[in-house]
């Protein structure tokens, strides 16, 4: 079965730079979360997606921001990273329409900030 | 604000032994799931939860709620190495708050 793809899955980035990681969820799927993972701890979750419309938000700093598009995919931008962005960053999806919304988690993407 | 904490925080396993983690959170809610995560990797979904009293299992592996006393269990039995792993609990419907985990180890 399709899981959610993330890309890219390993990405380096210097102080102040910008960032961009994607998501693609499962097929059908309409809601679309992101999550943050720093070593050693639970993951916090930053932002959802209900089709196309943001329907949650949580812990997500004023640098980043994030879309989902007509395709369902998502994207979270990071800008003016930080050493303290470096972390495990996860997406994943749901089909919130059935109101059945286990959420599958993608492989997500490591982001190191150097 | 949900708060959803696990003990304990690290569980040192003797193959062959029964050991039981929890999980307690701090307001009503109508689903609680269990995940384990291996280093560096994803998040692997075991047991969701949806209403009191539930009871799934899936081999050595069995988990449980308590909808009233806000509280969920996850009950190992004999332990084998391939158990090795962060086990986290999270509470939500649509947005998750997990538990802080439990990092598993089992040793011969």
């Known amino acids: 079965a399709a899981g959610v793809i993330q890309s890219p899955r390993h990405l380096i980035k210097e102080k102040r730079e910008t960032a961009t990681l994607k998501c693609y969820p499962i097929p059908r799927h309409d809601t679309v979360y992101w999550y943050q993972q720093g070593p050693g701890q639970d993951p916090q979750f930053l932002i959802s997606f209900y089709e196309k419309m943001q329907s949650d938000k949580g812990s997500i700093p004023d640098r980043f921001s994030a879309q989902q598009f007509s395709d369902y995919h998502s994207e979270l931008n990071m800008s003016s990273l930080e050493l303290g962005d470096s972390a495990l960053y996860f997406c994943?999806?749901?089909?919130?329409?059935?109101?059945?919304?286990?959420?599958?988690f993608g492989p997500g993407t490591r982001l190191t900030v150097t | 604000e949900l708060k959803v904490e696990q003990n304990p925080l690290f569980l040192s396993m003797q193959e062959g032994k029964n050991y039981t983690i929890y999980c307690n959170y701090s307001?009503?809610?109508?689903?609680l799931y269990w995940y384990r995560q291996d280093p560096g990797k994803s998040l692997e979904s075991l047991f969701v939860?949806?209403?009191?009293?539930a009871v799934k299992q899936e081999g050595r592996l069995m988990a449980s709620l308590d909808t009233k006393a806000r509280l969920s269990t996850l009950h190992i039995t004999a332990a084998v190495h391939d158990l090795s792993a962060t086990y986290f609990c999270?509470?939500?419907?649509?947005?998750?708050?997990f538990g802080g985990g439990t990092r598993v180890l089992v040793k011969p």
């Open positions: 999270a509470v939500g419907s649509n947005k998750l708050t």
């Open positions: 939860l949806l209403s009191n009293g």
């Open positions: 307001t009503t809610s109508d689903r």
């Open positions: 994943a999806s749901s089909d919130g329409g059935t109101g059945a919304s286990e959420q599958y």
